[in-house]
């Protein structure tokens, strides 16, 4: 019967049709955000697009929102957890996606089940209005702890070397520990290397020379640090 409706076209290239489930529900959005290892849901929301009030009218992005969603009960939101949220964070890292960042989810209530529809690397607007003055935490520490790769999950145990031929600076152990006599990882700021100098570039240089003589699984520091000033 479609093959008829399309003229006879259904299946041969460029003439295909994706036929997917009508999902027949109430959309609402969910936020989380992201260091592309753990997550941390920020609440959920649903916005009204209509620009006329009965949902009449044009589409806009967004008249006005609620949060929480009164539907969304302990129960909706473990599903959202368990079948959508920890799934796409896994999807990501399996992936090899590396993205840290905030994660919007649109979703429908079918019968109490959430259904993705979308997703949106970002907050929504006018969401973002109803959700983040709901925020118990401050959304900078939860912005930095993501960027920073804690206080979520990050690998701990991993050897430290080449702290032995740091010449000219001071390391300062943090997240270390020792470990069967070696030096090995064991929170999320491990090392901090620090140096004087006649002036800060000097100092700066310093530290950066050193800094590259050490190494462990999962490094990360900032290559800019002091040079907008
Ligand atoms: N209000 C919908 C959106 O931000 O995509």
Do not use: C
């Not at 649903?46 to 992005?61: Q, V």
């Not at 032995?164 to 700021?189: E, Q, Y």
Request: aromatic residues 10%.
């Amino acid at each position: 019967e479609l093959e008829l409706m399309l003229g006879g076209k259904f299946g041969k290239a460029g003439n295909q049709v994706v036929i997917e489930e009508y999902l027949k529900g109430i959309e609402l959005s969910v936020f989380a955000l992201t260091d592309g290892r753990s997550y941390k849901i920020l609440g959920s929301a649903k916005d009204y697009k209509r620009i006329g009030e009965g949902d009449m009218g044009l589409n806009t992005g967004g008249m006005g929102a609620v949060s929480p969603v009164p539907f969304a009960n302990e129960e909706f939101n473990r599903k959202v957890e368990e079948r959508v949220v920890r799934p796409t964070i896994e999807g990501l890292q399996k992936d090899g996606i590396d993205y840290k960042g905030f994660v919007f989810f649109g979703l429908m209530n079918v019968g109490g089940d959430p259904y993705v529809i979308e997703y949106n690397v970002r907050m929504g607007d006018p969401e973002t209005e109803v959700v983040m003055p709901r925020l118990k935490t401050d959304i900078l520490s939860l912005i930095e702890a993501m960027a920073k790769g804690y206080p979520g999950d990050y690998e701990k145990g991993k050897e430290i070397t080449g702290v032995p031929d740091v010449k000219g600076s001071i390391v300062f152990h943090a997240g270390t520990k020792l470990a069967d006599g070696k030096v090995v990882t064991n929170g999320g700021r491990v090392i901090a290397v620090s140096s004087f100098g006649k002036t800060m570039r000097e100092a700066l240089a310093q530290s950066y020379e050193n800094v590259a003589k050490i190494h462990f699984d999962g490094m990360n520091f900032r290559r800019d640090i002091g040079f907008d000033l």
